[in-house]
């Protein structure tokens, strides 16, 4: 019976040491989950806490490098825009001075052309306000102190409650051994075990309260400092395309007015010939302004109006002649 109760002894002990190396083996360095009932209801309480908090504060890092991604998308996409939006309103610029007394389209591409350097004044705001207000904050606490101090702290409380389900099982064994044999070496041993497995619970309920108060101060900064950044990021891309929007329609109005004034101008004038001190030649003048029809009207009329009294006053003086 002896002999067996010793075999048995040794198979639980090698059982229980395979069983703390797959745990080690397979540990990783974040928070591990576990429902082995350790200690007590508040330690494992403290536990569930901790791991709640451990999933929550990495969810939330998580997200905020996909806002982080999303906003160095954005703001590599604004300087790209900035870069062709430049060219094209040089290209619009240079041909409208080349072309300006030609047509319409000269002109609108002038204004067009203006108007791009300040489109691209937006998008360069643009950018700048996610970089400052987006992408620093959010990078700052990704990698910041008090995010990865308090996971360190989960991790050691983790380790630590993988050392107290060692030390149980510990206890347990020299529980049987001292029922199998009761001598004093036995019961040293055991006392010896009982007393650090309570050093283990006393330290687990100072790391576990420290653990948790700094998880849930970083999980609330989280969500605090998260939420900021995105209200930011819809207000500044809401303010930008309005700017956008009321200076494409300010453009699109200049231009429609100048197309109007254009169609509704009068004909050009050619000037009657002019002779020259050297001989006769033929000047042509176009008319450099563009004349309401109403004003140009008003002045035919006036010219009328001197003709015909320019007629009355040679009519008179023929009058007087012939008396």
């Keep these: ?16 040491k395979q069983q703390q190396a797959v745990i080690k083996q397979f540990s990783g360095t974040g928070y591990e989950s576990s429902d082995v009932m350790v200690i007590d209801e508040v330690e494992m309480h403290r536990h569930q806490q901790l791991e709640k908090l451990y999933k929550s504060t990495r969810s939330g890092k998580e997200f905020q490098k996909d806002v982080v991604k999303a906003a160095e998308a954005f703001t590599a996409i604004g300087y790209r ?3 062709a939006g430049t060219k094209l309103s040089e290209d619009c610029c240079r041909y ?44 700052a606490m990704i990698t910041g102190t008090p995010l990865e101090d308090a996971r360190h702290l989960a991790q050691r409380y983790s380790r630590m409650r993988q050392e107290a389900e060692t030390q149980a099982a510990e206890i347990s064994r020299r529980q049987a051994r001292v029922r199998e044999s009761p001598f004093p070496e036995n019961v040293s041993k055991l006392h010896a075990a009982e007393t650090r497995m309570q050093e283990i619970r006393a330290n687990m ?11 849930a101060a970083v999980e609330a900064q989280q969500y605090r400092l998260t939420f900021q950044r995105l209200v930011a990021m819809v207000e500044g891309e809401k303010n930008y395309h309005l700017r956008i929007a009321a200076i494409l329609s300010e453009v699109e109005a200049e231009m429609v007015s100048e197309k109007q004034q254009k169609e509704s101008a009068p ?50 003086r023929l009058s007087s002649k012939q008396k």
Aim: net charge negative; no cysteine.
């Design 205 to 215: 309920a100072v790391l576990g309260k420290e653990a948790a108060a700094a998880l």
């Design 96 to 139: 409208g001075l080349e072309n300006i007394n030609e047509n319409i389209l000269a002109k609108a591409a002038a204004i067009y052309g203006d108007a791009l350097k300040h489109v691209e004044q937006e998008q360069d705001d643009l950018n700048r306000q996610l970089s400052s207000q987006v992408l620093e904050p959010l990078r």
């Design 1 to 16: 019976m002896d002999a067996l109760r010793k075999q048995a002894s040794k198979l639980r002990e090698q059982v229980a």
């Design 81 to 83: 825009h900035i870069e």
């Design 267 to 316: 004909p050009m004038i050619l000037p009657p010939v002019i002779p020259s001190g050297n001989g006769l030649e033929k000047s042509t003048y176009f008319l450099a302004e563009e004349l309401n029809r109403k004003d140009y009207l008003w002045e035919q009329v006036l010219n009328l109006y001197i003709l015909h009294r320019v007629f009355l006053v040679r009519g008179e």
